[in-house]
């Protein structure tokens, strides 16, 4: 499967965004979407996550502002951020897992078997 992560761009603080995670090659309807987040420097950061079942989890830092969704008719899972602060300024990358995933294995990296290519989000003072 191929991801495809789009919708990126440069937002002033206080603003919104919705990212898109198009894949092709195979249906994402069985598996775990997952976002994450990467600044220079850092590891990549967990930021929520869609079940095939669509039930969703989030990190602390970024439920209530952050909504994730998935489309499976379009193959298409969304992250919809709102609110957004200088600080969420990063390269965001969707993944594709095992929906078998526990919850607690979520937030690692190393669990997805796909990745997209990430798209960055900027955010201005």
């Known amino acids: 499967v191929q991801l495809q992560a789009s919708g990126g761009g440069l937002v002033q603080a206080g603003g919104s965004l919705r990212l898109s995670c198009t894949a092709s090659?195979?249906?994402?309807?069985?598996?775990?979407i997952s976002w994450f987040r990467q600044t220079p420097g850092k590891e990549r950061e967990f930021v929520g996550a869609v079940r095939r079942g669509a039930s969703t989890f989030y990190s602390g830092s970024m439920k209530g502002r952050f909504t994730v969704s998935r489309d499976n008719a379009k193959n298409t899972a969304y992250l919809q951020m709102i609110s957004l602060k200088p600080e969420d300024t990063a390269v965001y990358y969707c993944?594709?897992?095992?929906?078998?995933?526990?919850?607690?294995?979520?937030?690692?990296?190393?669990?997805?078997?796909?990745w997209g290519q990430g798209t960055q989000v900027t955010v201005s003072s």
């Open positions: 993944a594709l897992g095992s929906d078998r995933l526990i919850a607690s294995s979520l937030f690692l990296a190393h669990k997805y078997d796909s």
């Open positions: 090659g195979r249906s994402i309807s069985t598996g775990t």
